[in-house]
């Protein structure tokens, strides 16, 4: 409520004052601002700060690796084999000359670890795949069982545009762009915070009123049927 501030008689100025406060109503509201942070929601570890670039030199080798190899691939137009009998032999000439030049000048040969990659790893990486797979099969189901229709019509329209941006493009390149995607937006959302939640949230707002008016003009229209409960023994 606004606070009134009077003055008496005896006062130079006999008018009244008003000293307002903001309320809630006039206060914007910033869009999506109770959502934790970009670096919390990517979990916070190693990986978040990979992809928000927090190491610039790591995130950057690690573009510069995942480049490279689009490059041979799509461009040079190696296949697998072929890069991988190019990189075993150039290994093996390399441990050979590091070998032999040890040798002569009485140092110790290469020493190459009897375990690259653990049990338990190994392990542990295999249960997180296969736990993801998991659950992306179970939402999977669930969306086409047709429970949240706006959420079946999206998933649908996302992948017809995948599908016609998978058939202009190889799949090493779709590969490339969505690991440019994953690798560069993060960053870019946390920089630009602000100015992509307000355009999120107008986006929002008008693809609800599409849905409504094509909900009330299309899909209400359409007869259905009495649903009937099963029944299980």
């Known amino acids: 409520m606004p606070r009134l501030k009077y003055y008496t008689d005896s006062d130079d100025e006999p008018e009244i004052k008003r000293i307002t406060t903001p309320s ?13 942070s970009v670096h919390a929601a990517l979990g916070g570890r190693k990986v978040a700060d990979v992809l928000l670039w927090r190491d610039r030199n790591l995130s950057g080798g690690i573009l510069a690796g995942a480049t490279l190899i689009w490059f041979l691939f799509d461009v040079v137009e190696y296949n697998l084999i072929e890069l991988l009998s190019h990189i075993s032999l150039f290994a093996m000439l ?99 915070q602000a100015e992509v939640d307000h355009l999120l949230e107008r986006g929002r707002e008008d693809l609800r009123k599409f849905y409504d008016k094509f909900d009330s003009k299309v899909l209400n229209k359409i007869p259905r049927g009495p649903i009937k409960n099963k029944k299980f023994n």
């Open 24 to 36: 809630a109503a006039t206060i914007s509201k910033k869009p999506f601002s109770h959502k934790r």
């Open 94 to 192: 390399f441990l050979f000359i590091w070998s032999w030049s040890a040798q002569l000048v009485d140092r110790n040969p290469p020493q190459i670890p009897e375990t690259i990659v653990s049990e338990k790893t190994f392990k542990e990486v295999a249960w997180a795949f296969h736990s993801r797979l998991a659950h992306f099969v179970s939402t999977l189901q669930d969306i086409a069982s047709g429970k949240d229709l706006r959420m079946f019509l999206t998933v649908i329209a996302s992948l017809w545009i995948i599908s016609v941006i998978g058939s202009s493009c190889n799949f090493t390149t779709l590969l490339y762009f969505g690991f440019l995607c994953v690798h560069t937006l993060p960053a870019l959302y946390e920089r630009y």
